[in-house]
């Protein structure tokens, strides 16, 4: 079963940043966070991952709190392309052939 | 970054015919590959995950005499559907992992749309 929850739906105005919330309450110290996005009839894209520390990529960036039980995925200029689900998922780090499991995501409609 | 290419695209099958599924790591060494399935307007469910040169694990209510995992080399792997029947029809994923690092990026293929009429 995934273990993060996330809202359903969320709408962004093109141009602005986008913040995507994620609830991993009951994530192991060795799990570490990952987020993709899937656009319509298309294979999961990678976008960023985590394990305590902030991070950040061309893409976006990832904000991890403290207590590791939630992460917020932000999207800092918002593009009409960026429409899609997003899913953030904790995978297990110790096993390098850990899966992963998706829950249903958020849909993300960035609007002009 | 790497590339997990997946063919064909899209397949169209008469009801009780196989369909194959293949799945290539294009840049690396694939010790781990996984399918998924997904329906419209659905999430991805994980169906199984092969290892190279031993026998795929499915997932729970995944029946594997109905779909065949290969993985015969590092660098492929292939879902066969048997006995396609209209309930198949699905958007068919697969991913593949290089092992060699704990938090690695799992990679995904462009998908195959399967419609069994």
């Known amino acids: 079963d995934a273990k993060t929850t996330q809202p359903p739906s969320m709408d962004c105005a093109e141009g602005r940043a986008a913040n995507l919330p994620c609830n991993h309450s009951?994530?192991?110290?060795?799990?570490?966070v990952y987020w993709y996005r899937q656009i319509h009839s298309q294979g999961p894209q990678y976008i960023i991952h985590?394990?305590?520390n902030n991070e950040t990529n061309e893409m976006a960036s990832l904000i991890i709190t403290e207590d590791r039980k939630s992460s917020t995925l932000i999207l800092p200029h918002a593009t009409l392309r960026d429409t899609a689900v997003y899913y953030c998922?904790?995978?297990?780090?110790?096993?390098?052939?850990?899966?992963?499991?998706f829950g249903q995501g958020t849909t993300l409609q960035v609007k002009p | 970054g790497a590339v997990v290419s997946q063919h064909p695209s899209r397949v169209i099958c008469k009801s009780g015919t196989s369909v194959k599924i293949e799945c290539r790591s294009l840049?690396?060494?694939?010790?781990?590959m996984f399918w998924y399935r997904q329906f419209p307007k659905q999430s991805l469910m994980l169906m199984a995950t092969?290892?190279?040169?031993?026998?795929?694990?499915?997932e729970q209510g995944v029946e594997k005499d109905k779909f065949l995992i290969n993985h015969a080399s590092l660098t492929l792997s292939t879902l066969t559907v048997t006995s396609a029947h209209p309930e198949d029809s699905s958007f068919y994923i697969c991913?593949?992992?290089?092992?060699?690092?704990?938090?690695?990026?799992?990679?995904f293929g462009s998908g195959t749309q399967l419609s069994v009429l």
């Open positions: 092969s290892n190279e040169g031993s026998k795929a694990t499915y």
């Open positions: 985590g394990l305590k």
């Open positions: 009951t994530i192991s110290g060795n799990e570490y």
């Open positions: 840049d690396f060494q694939a010790t781990t």
């Open positions: 991913s593949a992992s290089g092992g060699q690092v704990a938090n690695e990026k799992l990679f």
């Open positions: 998922i904790v995978r297990v780090a110790q096993s390098n052939t850990g899966k992963l499991i």
